[in-house]
């Protein structure tokens, strides 16, 4: 049964919709959800005005939302709970790693899962529930679900660029020496991610571990990390 908010929020989606394209957006963002094709910025006036047109909406109210987009027909809806709450702040510690580890589990590609974990934690977030998050992220590198296991990199790439603490440091190499192996481009794509993340504080140690692990890693990884380690760029 589709949440009364959530219907509100895909009647904007279907009149916004600018249809589709040549291009398979789709399948670029890995997805093979319904999608509805809308810019960005399309997408955060839709919150935008939602926010302001429920100043009153309860906490509980906000989470049966969530938990229902979590769970929408559309990749849209899945990638949408994010774009709400940067504009409802005041409850983003609805996000808790046991909801995050939870939802990731109705999210597919690249795309919906980065929509839930780069955008959304930074260093400060992390550290800030460290024990909890830890743990999580820990058991995510080793779950069966591809896009939990792509999470446990993704949820650091923010905060390792932002902080030096080694902490965070520690836990992506533990999740990389788990996940180096992988093959599949959800995966190869990420260990590529954090490893040029983790250069601004841990330059050494990042090249250390390409030369210790040049044989396993994905060549893309190596290749990417490699080209920012010389040039300082993506």
């Known amino acids: 049964m589709i949440n009364k908010l959530q219907k509100e929020i895909i009647e904007e989606f ?3 919709d600018r249809g589709s394209s040549k291009f398979d957006l789709p399948k670029y963002l890995g997805t093979d959800n319904k999608f509805y094709h809308l810019k960005t910025a399309v997408q955060k006036q839709i919150a935008k005005e939602f926010v302001k047109k429920h100043p ?8 049966e939302l969530l938990n229902a987009l979590n769970v929408g ?6 990638r949408f709970g994010t774009t709400l709450i940067s504009r409802k702040k005041e409850f983003k510690d ?5 909801r995050v580890f939870e939802w990731l589990a ?5 795309c919906e899962v980065d929509s839930l974990c780069q955008s959304t934690f930074g260093a400060e977030d992390i550290l800030g529930d460290w024990s909890v998050w830890e743990k999580t992220i820990t058991k995510m590198a080793r779950d069966k679900n591809i896009s939990r296991r792509r999470a446990s990199l993704v949820l650091l790439t923010r905060s390792v660029r932002e902080s030096n603490d080694e902490r965070l440091a520690k836990l ?3 999740n990389l020496e788990k996940l180096k192996s992988e093959k599949d481009i959800l995966i190869t794509k990420a260990v ?3 490893l040029r993340s983790l250069i601004k504080h841990h330059w050494e140690k990042v090249v250390e571990y390409i030369n210790t692990n040049r044989e396993v890693l994905p060549k893309i990884a190596i290749r990417e990390t490699e080209r920012k380690l010389k040039t300082g760029r993506k």
């Open 14 to 16: 279907k009149r916004l």
């Open 56 to 63: 009153n909406i309860t906490k509980e109210e906000f989470l």
């Open 73 to 78: 027909e559309s990749s849209n809806e899945r």
């Open 94 to 98: 609805l996000f808790t790693p046991k």
């Open 106 to 110: 109705n999210l597919s590609g690249w």
């Open 172 to 174: 992506a190499f533990e």
């Open 192 to 194: 590529s991610w954090i």
